[in-house]
């Protein structure tokens, strides 16, 4: 197994601390990985820090989720849309991974890449690699998502509002064991073939309208599978030497968001993968003692795309303006994305279980014409303040949301660059947003493009 170790490393193994064998374990861990989350319910600007922080990066990962995220980044002018490629696929000097925590699915993928390269990223395919271990998302997946919605739609009178990309079956059939892999299309094609045709008659057996033309899936499937096999590597061992090898900056990606998070968002109005920390150590095979900086990113607001309690959410003018001014539009789907306050409750309990070690706040420029900005500071239930961010989703709709105002700026952000260039008013925001969470903000944005991001340290 070749593994080169770093001089910082060499110097760890060869003369042991006082400190003990726990101590020399830790340095000896190799390079961090910075991870980038979004700290709401998704559409925060991931991306765009994704971008920022690529440049220098030597590969870009993403973990979990699948083509139900929608990513913008904006480069020269150019806007581009990424829903399974990681934004650092921009970065001819870098190279971007998709875990097996992503759900994979291959017309989505290679259309995605094709219409990339028509816009001028050539060379995407040489510069992806694509763990072996990752599950796959069929067509039938995406035909049972749309179809187990009009079911909630019928039953329960409410949908979810997924995107149809067939996120949630797919998800399921990895953890019902009948779900096929990468590495599993690449292998034994005849028993790929059956194992493929039992998945169908199960779905079929739970769906009966359902209609799939299983011969023409698996020659379909098979052509993907022979125009995906150069980018296919074993994903753990890929990470090992990435982590252990020479120094190296290593970023992952978050799709979708804390809020969104199967185990601790706003269930069942939720995706269906980890989308806080936990999901970059499990959808990359990596421990977590090489997890380095963690951050949240969030927007100067709060957006929702779907069903769902949105306790901060404002259904008037100021709800109105924020759709507007912020072209809050899903990338993926088109859908309009529903607006409200900045809540700090929520990016709060983001942070409880991220451990964010700063923050970007994103999407500050669409404040600029407000007279009067507020700021969900705490969520009260009968007459009393809550500490925690409640579980049951009847709970959450009824609370009552305690507000901070503070006055608009009234003045055009987009131009400043640094802090100094903000108006006092903006940068007392900030400082309130920052205070409350006690988290530093790292980046404020105020406009689309990569120089419109203020570093602050
Ligand atoms: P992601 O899913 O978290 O990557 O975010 P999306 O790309 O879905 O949505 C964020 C949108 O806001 C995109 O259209 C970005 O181009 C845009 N955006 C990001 N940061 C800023 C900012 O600071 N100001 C403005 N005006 N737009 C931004
Ligand atoms: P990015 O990465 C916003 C939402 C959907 C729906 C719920 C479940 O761009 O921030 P799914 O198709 O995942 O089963 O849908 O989750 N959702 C997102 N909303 N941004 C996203 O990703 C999202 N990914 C999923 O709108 O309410
Ligand atoms: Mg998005």
């Known amino acids: 197994m070749s593994h080169t170790w770093s001089a910082k490393d060499h110097k760890n193994t060869s003369q042991p601390t006082a400190t003990g064998p726990q101590k020399r374990a830790r340095n000896d861990a190799g390079n961090k990985v910075t991870v980038v989350l979004g700290a709401q319910w998704g559409d925060e600007g991931k991306g765009k820090v994704v971008d920022l922080l690529a440049v220098e990066a030597d590969v870009v990962c993403r973990c979990q989720g699948g083509n139900n995220a929608g990513?913008?980044?904006?480069?020269?002018?150019?806007?581009?849309?990424f829903h399974l490629l990681p934004s650092g696929i921009i970065n001819p000097k870098s190279t971007s991974l998709i875990g097996n925590g992503v759900v994979i699915h291959l017309p989505g993928l290679f259309e995605e890449g094709d219409k990339n390269d028509k816009k001028g990223l050539k060379g995407w395919d040489k510069r992806l690699i694509v763990s072996d271990r990752a599950h796959l998302v069929f067509d039938f997946h995406q035909v049972v998502d749309g179809l187990q919605e009009s079911e909630r739609q019928a039953q329960e009178g409410k949908n979810i509002g997924t995107t149809k990309k067939g996120i949630g079956p797919a998800y399921s059939s990895k953890a019902s064991r009948t779900g096929l892999r990468v590495c599993d299309l690449l292998g034994d094609f005849k028993d790929f073939s059956m194992r493929f045709k039992n998945l169908v008659r199960q779905y079929q057996s739970m769906y009966p309208s359902l209609e799939v033309d299983t011969e023409d899936q698996l020659k379909q499937l098979k052509e993907y599978g022979e125009r995906l096999r150069p980018m296919v590597r074993d994903g753990v061992y890929y990470m090992y030497e990435a982590l252990h090898g020479h120094p190296k900056k290593i970023l992952v990606e978050g799709a979708n968001a804390a809020l969104l998070d199967i185990d601790f968002g706003t269930y069942p109005f939720v995706t269906s993968s980890n989308c806080t920390v936990g999901?970059?150590?499990?959808?990359?095979?990596?421990?977590?003692l090489n997890i380095g900086d963690v951050y949240g990113v969030a927007k100067a607001y709060t957006t929702r795309v779907g069903i769902g309690a949105f306790p901060t959410e404002q259904l008037n003018a100021d709800g109105e303006l924020?759709?507007?001014r912020g072209r809050e539009v899903g990338v993926t789907t088109g859908r309009k994305r529903r607006c409200g306050w900045l809540d700090l409750v929520i990016v709060r309990y983001a942070h409880m279980i991220n451990g964010f070690t700063a923050i970007a706040l994103t999407k500050l420029d669409i404040l600029d014409v407000l007279d009067e900005i507020k700021v969900g500071v705490a969520y009260k239930l009968n007459g009393k303040r809550i500490p925690h961010f409640p579980a049951n989703m009847d709970v959450l709709h009824k609370v009552e949301v305690e507000y901070e105002t503070f006055p608009g700026w009234k003045t055009d952000t987009s131009a400043a660059r640094k802090w100094n260039d903000l108006p006092p008013k903006a940068q007392n925001y900030i400082r309130f947003i920052e205070?409350?969470?006690?988290?530093?903000?790292?980046?404020?944005?105020?406009?689309?493009?990569?120089e419109c991001m203020i570093q602050m340290f």
């Open 322 to 324: 924020l759709q507007t």
């Open 435 to 450: 205070n409350h969470i006690g988290v530093p903000i790292k980046w404020v944005g105020v406009g689309k493009s990569r």
């Open 71 to 81: 990513h913008t980044v904006v480069v020269d002018g150019k806007e581009y849309d």
């Open 279 to 288: 999901g970059a150590c499990t959808g990359l095979g990596i421990p977590p």
